[in-house]
């Protein structure tokens, strides 16, 4: 961390004056610095060519350090995800900055260096950004927008629309991970080891899976915010298509489902940050998951259910002892600021 | 406005879930609805050849109606002056929301109305967005972040690098309306008749000139947070050239004028929305500023200085009665929320 005469940030820094630059210049652009960002330009100069993913998420976390990252990795890794869920090479960032005046620069800095370590990861340059700041109870510490833009992959066609009758659902990994991460700690709960955030940057994992398997892969999606069931249901709401899926199926680390009893939640609605479904032509989906266990991030990966002709526009469960029932969208609110 | 069951916006809008889809189905899609967003997918799709400029901004103003405009508008027309001050055109929004909860539905509809309005003026599309509410205290009725890309026009080369010694300093119109309008209502103050904001989109101004001296416009900057004096200052400090600018010659409504005088500030310093500076070859400065006046944005256009040998790194202000003083960065900050 550099050495700095003020140890909170306060209105003056996100004046656009001295106390801005002096931010700025005290190793923000040292840190995140490349060819584009330091031209310092309103805005960034790019080179793109052709199909382009653009996707914006802000960020609003709390706490902003949990077990497993903070909110910094997760801008970063949100953004990057939105996009390779688009079928996307993320390439750049934007970054802006809403800081609730009084926020420690410690933990501002061990954000940034957080950020830069996910953009290496990724392999993203932070090519434009803003920072603002927001008087002591008008905000909550820290807000982060990033919004980025990548390069389709040339072998990708990803739409809702190329969902085909058959198609083989598959997740990634362990679910309700990132969730009830988060929910440790603001319910100040205690377990055998920590239950831990999945946030993690997805690019490397599902590029790899489009440079095999291209057309095969119909439709990518993050279960985020809402959790699995959420994104399920809405895909099956706008396409109009059924689906089955079947708990015995879903993968979830012991831990985190004892948590989520314990909390009375249901896993299948639980955030998660660094997992995502794919559909995939039938004929192709056990090439496909075989692929994608050899991934560090898909090693749990499993089918946890397949497209329907029956009951459109429904996702039905099947339980593990064989009961079924309706899946729906999260009706209201579970956890609050989970991203 | 659209008939909906309730009146405020809760926390389980940004939940991602139902009442999310509820809110964004109630009128949001079809009210900036376009090809690409209607995709809906993480990100959106766009075709992007050669150049492109990208920029992003987080919008905090407070309040967020204020005589001439509101947050909304502010939030599309920041971006598309950010593009346009790259030499670019502005194509493509995205548009995240940071919503306090309570925030009334009929307020956030108005501010949507705005950006629609904004957008058609400016000629961009929202092509990707983002909705998520924080608790009552945590924020403060709305944030915005927008970001943009947009092609670089053909004829522009826009850059600090290009200034050259002589190159005339233009300014668009009258200064500190923005900052003023905004301190009136928080003041409370009275006038004549309302100080209004100068909130507009620049981009067709700004490419108009491209279109006409291409490479005789230098540099474009816009001079929001801080005012005219720090945007010029940090330009001197960053390329190393000296300026020489007259207050004469800087034009301000006299109302605004009185404005500041009563409050004690230096309408040097206060905030822009709708202006921007451009640093323009010698020879054609004339020109410029003649084709400048025919546009309704251009209208109270002056060349306001010069670029000189002089005085590395400083910009000097000579008064209406002769004297001269340095000009430095806003140091600390005179208007929080600004913008």
Chains 1, 2 share one sequence.
């Not at 998951?289 to 029956?310: C, F, M, P, T, Y």
Request: net charge negative; charged share 20%; aromatic share 6%.
């Amino acid at each position: 961390m550099p050495k700095l005469d003020f140890d909170v940030i306060t209105l003056g820094h996100g004046s656009g004056g001295v106390l801005t630059n002096k931010l700025l210049d005290s190793g923000v652009f040292d840190l995140l610095g490349n060819d584009i960002l330091d031209e310092r330009h309103d805005g960034a100069f790019l080179e793109l060519h052709g199909k382009t993913a653009f996707s914006t998420d802000s960020f609003l976390v709390s706490p902003i350090f949990f077990p497993g990252g903070n909110i910094g990795e997760l801008a970063v890794n949100g953004t990057v995800n939105d996009l390779a869920m688009c079928g996307a090479m993320p390439r750049y960032l934007s970054l802006s900055f809403i800081i609730e005046e009084g926020l420690p620069v410690k933990e501002f800095w061990e954000i940034l260096v957080a950020i830069k370590f996910a953009c290496e990861r990724a392999g993203v340059q932070v090519v434009t950004g803003d920072t603002k700041v927001v008087e002591k109870g008008k905000g909550d510490k820290l807000f982060i927008n990033t919004s980025g833009v990548g390069p389709i992959h040339p072998k990708a066609t990803i739409g809702a629309k190329n969902i085909q009758m058959g198609d083989r659902i598959i997740i990634s990994g362990n679910i309700a991970a990132h969730g009830m991460a988060i929910m440790s700690v603001r319910e100040g709960l205690e377990f055998d080891s920590e239950i831990r955030s999945d946030t993690t940057n997805l690019n490397h994992s599902v590029i790899g899976l489009i440079e095999k398997f291209g057309p095969d892969i119909h439709l990518l999606t993050d279960p985020t915010r809402g959790g699995v069931a959420t994104v399920l249901k809405e895909i099956a709401r706008s396409t109009g298509v059924g689906m089955d899926i079947f708990q015995k199926d879903l993968p979830i680390d012991d831990q985190v489902a004892n948590a989520c009893e314990l909390l009375g939640l249901d896993p299948l609605y639980v955030a998660n940050e660094g997992l995502f479904i794919a559909f995939v032509s039938e004929a192709r989906a056990d090439a496909v998951l075989a692929e994608l266990r050899k991934d560090e991030n898909g090693r749990n990966a499993q089918i946890i259910g397949s497209v329907v002709k029956e009951h459109p526009k429904q996702v039905i469960l099947e339980s593990a002892i064989g009961g079924k029932r309706v899946v729906n969208m999260l009706p209201g609110e579970q956890l609050p600021r989970i991203c």
